[in-house]
Each structure stands twice: as C-alpha cells, then as structure tokens.
C-alpha cells in the first residue's frame, strides 16, 4: 500500500489532515495541498475520502448517543452537533437542509394584495 493509499484511507475513516500529516510517514500540510492543488488525480481521491469521512461520521452519532450516560450527555450533543454541522456542510446534498422554495403542489399560491395608506 503506497502512503498515499494509507493516507485516503485514514481521511475516509475521520481522522484529520491535520493528526494524519503530523506522522512523520505522510508529507507536511503544505505539501499536501501543493500535490493536491497540482494532480487532479489525487484531488478527486481526497474529494472522494473525505465524503466517505462524512458518512463514518454520520454513523457514528447513533453510537454516541446510545453510550452517553447522564455524566456525558452534554459532551455526547456537542460531538453529534459537531458531526451533523460538519455533514451538513461537507456532503450538502446528502446531509444538508432542503428549503422547499416553490412550496407544497397543494397549497394555493401565496396571494398579495396592495394596501393603501
């Protein structure tokens, strides 16, 4: 398995660039964002990895919940809060909230009128 293999993979199970590049086996965060930034290759591998972390994350929050004890439960929300925010703004279509702008087919249209003063 070659590093960048190992380090998709890391990204896809959660884990941050941040704590993955601080191993001396992976290249610095500079670097990183250089190749990624210069092989649309790589880009794409990231993209995809990362949105696999969104899913991991996701699953995880029925964990957190059911392991929360009366101690833990307000850490407990605050590390669902932190994985459904994340979600929501990193795979939006999948996560994110949907506006019904056009409203509901049978609803009748929303009527204006002109008020004098």
């Given amino acids: 398995m070659s590093n960048w293999d190992d380090f998709f993979a890391q990204v896809a199970e959660g884990k941050s660039v941040h704590k993955i590049c601080a191993n001396k086996r992976f290249v610095s965060k500079s670097k990183l964002y ?6 649309e290759q790589l880009w794409d591998r990231y993209a995809r990895a990362k949105e696999m972390a969104q899913h991991a994350a996701v ?3 029925q964990d957190i919940a059911d392991e929360a004890t009366a101690d833990s439960v307000h850490v407990a929300r605050l590390r669902i809060d932190a994985r459904k925010w994340q979600a929501s703004k990193l795979a939006p279509k999948v ?4 506006l019904a702008i056009g409203g509901d087919k049978k609803m009748d249209p929303i ?3 002109e008020v004098s003063a």
């Fill in 95 to 98: 996560y994110g909230d949907r």
């Fill in 34 to 39: 250089r190749c990624l930034a210069e092989d």
């Fill in 59 to 61: 699953n995880e929050i």
């Fill in 111 to 113: 009527q204006t009128e």
